[in-house]
């Protein structure tokens, strides 16, 4: 199970910061991932990190501006967002994929989804 939290209302050029807890296994050896849904608008890649935090993808759009991150011990997974825009209004998801060193883009590589969390900027 996954359980993202952190969203809320930010001025354009703040920051959040978002976290996804693991609980019920292990997702330590897998490839963790950020998607986000804008109203009217199809899942979007954001960030991916593979096992061990040695790998990271990122969407063009968030490039610079967001950080992904993983604790293992802690079964957590992060995203740090600054300079936040507008147009970075979403729901969140966090998820987990099928493999451990790839960082791919591509929501059907990730069976594993948590519930989102709403992240609003307003300008």
């Known amino acids: 199970q996954l359980q993202a939290s952190g969203g809320g209302v930010v001025q354009a050029g703040g920051s959040l910061s978002l976290s996804c807890a693991a609980s019920?296994?292990?997702?330590?050896?897998?490839?963790m991932g950020w998607f986000r849904r804008a109203s009217g608008n199809e899942r979007e890649f954001v960030a991916a990190i593979n096992w061990n935090g040695g790998s990271t993808n990122y969407a063009d759009s968030v490039k610079g501006r967001f950080t992904i991150s993983r604790d293992n011990a802690k079964n957590m997974l992060y995203l740090q967002m600054n300079s936040l825009k507008p147009e970075d209004t979403a729901v969140y998801y966090c998820?987990?994929?099928?493999?451990?060193?790839?960082?791919?883009?591509?929501?059907?590589?990730?069976?594993?989804w948590g519930q989102g969390t709403q992240v609003t900027v307003s300008s």
């Open positions: 019920g296994r292990t997702f330590s050896t897998y490839t």
């Open positions: 998820a987990v994929s099928r493999s451990g060193g790839l960082v791919s883009s591509l929501p059907s590589l990730y069976p594993y």
